[in-house]
């Protein structure tokens, strides 16, 4: 006897409960900015190699909305080593351009979820 459409749907629903909070088969997968960021900067032929271009993508990471401040500019802009010229500013704002563009789907769906905690936490206390 042939199965139905809607029995074998149901057969493969899985049940939540058996999955961790963060299983990443229900919240999706992972996110790839932090690569594209880095392969965006070798792409700008800086004199960066993976690891220069990886330490610089964590370090817009680190700031808020990841707009370096002036003193995180500064150590972007020596970021290839000490014993190699600093990038110039130029450089530098191009680099950053390339890691906003590469997360800026990851920096929309964090904004969003903010937003969506922030009225939620109004919510809650009845403001």
């Given at each position: 006897?042939?199965?139905?459409?809607?029995?074998?749907?149901?057969?493969?629903v899985?049940?939540?409960?058996?999955?961790?909070?963060?299983?990443?088969?229900?919240?999706?997968?992972?996110?790839?900015?932090?690569?594209?960021?880095?392969?965006?900067?070798?792409?700008?032929?800086?004199?960066?190699?993976?690891?220069?271009?990886?330490?610089?993508?964590?370090?817009?990471?680190a700031?808020?909305?990841?707009?370096?401040?002036?003193?995180?500019?500064?150590?972007?802009?020596?970021?290839?080593?000490?014993?190699?010229?600093?990038?110039?500013?130029?450089?530098?704002?191009?680099?950053?351009?390339?890691?906003?563009?590469?997360?800026?789907?990851?920096?929309?769906?964090?904004?969003?979820?903010?937003?969506?905690?922030?009225?939620?936490?109004?919510?809650?206390?009845?403001?």
């Amino acid at each position: 006897m042939a199965e139905s459409a809607s029995a074998r749907d149901a057969r493969n629903v899985v049940d939540a409960s058996t999955h961790p909070a963060n299983c990443l088969c229900c919240i999706g997968g992972p996110d790839l900015s932090f690569e594209r960021a880095v392969f965006a900067l070798l792409e700008l032929n800086l004199g960066l190699e993976y690891d220069t271009a990886a330490r610089f993508v964590r370090l817009c990471r680190a700031a808020p909305r990841m707009v370096l401040s002036k003193g995180k500019t500064k150590l972007a802009a020596k970021v290839r080593g000490k014993d190699v010229p600093a990038l110039e500013a130029e450089d530098v704002r191009r680099a950053q351009d390339a890691v906003l563009g590469a997360y800026a789907a990851t920096l929309a769906l964090e904004e969003t979820q903010r937003a969506a905690t922030a009225a939620r936490t109004n919510d809650g206390d009845g403001v």
